[in-house]
């Protein structure tokens, strides 16, 4: 890319909301593929990846070349030589997570409105539960730092703080390109830069546009999904400890480690934790104004942010619905 001639269409920048918690890789793997194969199993894109350490000012180098992965809270490259093994696991937590992640039709209720799949209401976080040895009796958690060292690299939607669209021109022998930059910070707030692919020849401005809108999309389901969970817990305060005595009586019945390969004990445990919810006032009206309560500190920048200027539609017309 010639940073000299190339122009920016689009640029999007959001500081990473402090209230939101990090999200790991099993928290990505767990929300759901968005493209699938025939044979259900995630659908990922032959691509190189390029990343920069550090801001605008750092050079992009090229990683192991490797497979993007689509998910609803953000995205996972993994390189070549690993990607049987990511099939494992992306298979392996798509199973665990039929068990412990429940039904919008069982849980949801009014706050379908919000949400579009079960992983948006966990009770804990998913990795309390897919931490669990799978057959291969080496934990979900060992596989992922296996990846990792492989070059796996996890980009969770809440960690995105800019998504930029750049063009070249085209030249007397070219096609104008085509560019998409995309910012994340880490945990302990390191920035790092990310390009998808080469750029893109030609006319593809909407093809530009629309991965930009997918970044954006992930931050608002992991944002979501984050302050739902925390506006949740508000109305079932000391569930932990119920929660915990449940399992016990559960395992002490059906042996240790049964309850979270239980679908039986996740709905029992759902049913009393929406029953203690709403005994203690919650609902999807009040949900969303308490989110919008939350997210206050970054209304003006959301509201002028594609996608998350549509979440706070979206909450704002739920908050003042009257649904319950």
């Known amino acids: 890319m010639c940073a000299a001639v190339a122009r920016t269409e689009q640029k999007y920048s959001i500081p990473r909301n402090p209230i939101i918690p990090e999200q790991t890789a099993l928290d990505i793997l767990a929300s759901g593929s968005l493209f699938k194969s025939r044979d259900g199993e995630a659908q990922g894109y032959q691509l190189p990846l390029f ?15 490797g497979v993007l992965y689509y998910f609803k809270y953000g995205h996972i490259y993994v390189t070549d030589a690993a990607k049987t093994i990511a099939q494992q696991v992306m298979e392996g937590v798509s199973l665990t997570s039929a068990f412990v992640l429940p039904g919008v039709a069982d ?48 980009l969770p939607g809440v960690g995105l703080v800019d998504a930029e669209y750049q063009v070249e021109p085209a030249g007397f022998m070219s096609k104008e390109r085509h560019i998409q930059i995309f910012t994340y910070v880490d945990p302990a707030n390191r920035m790092y830069r990310y390009q998808f692919g080469a750029p893109m020849k030609g006319n593809k401005a909407g093809e530009s546009n629309t991965m930009l809108e997918m970044a954006l999309t992930a931050r608002k389901w992991g944002e979501l999904h984050a302050l739902i969970q925390m506006v949740m817990k508000e109305f079932a305060p000391g569930f932990d400890v119920v929660k915990a005595e449940m399992r016990d009586a559960f395992e002490q019945k ?26 203690n006032g919650f609902n999807a009206q009040v949900c969303a104004r308490r989110s919008l309560d ?14 998350l200027q549509g979440m706070m539609q979206e909450l704002r017309a739920l908050a003042a619905s009257g649904a319950a």
């Open 254 to 279: 059906h042996g240790a480690g049964s309850a979270y390969r239980s679908e039986e004990f996740v709905k029992d445990v759902n049913a009393r934790y929406e029953a203690e919810t709403t005994r």
């Open 294 to 307: 939350l997210l206050e500190p970054m209304r003006e920048i959301y509201d002028r942010t594609p996608v």
């Open 107 to 154: 849980m949801a209720g009014s706050l379908s409105t919000l949400v579009e799949k079960g992983g948006d209401m966990l009770i804990d976080a998913v990795t309390e539960k897919v931490s669990h040895k799978p057959a291969a009796q080496v934990t979900y958690g060992e596989q992922i730092a296996m990846l990792e060292r492989q070059g796996m690299v996890a």
């Open 51 to 65: 990343r920069a350490d550090g801001g605008p000012g750092a050079e992009f180098s090229m990683q192991k070349r």
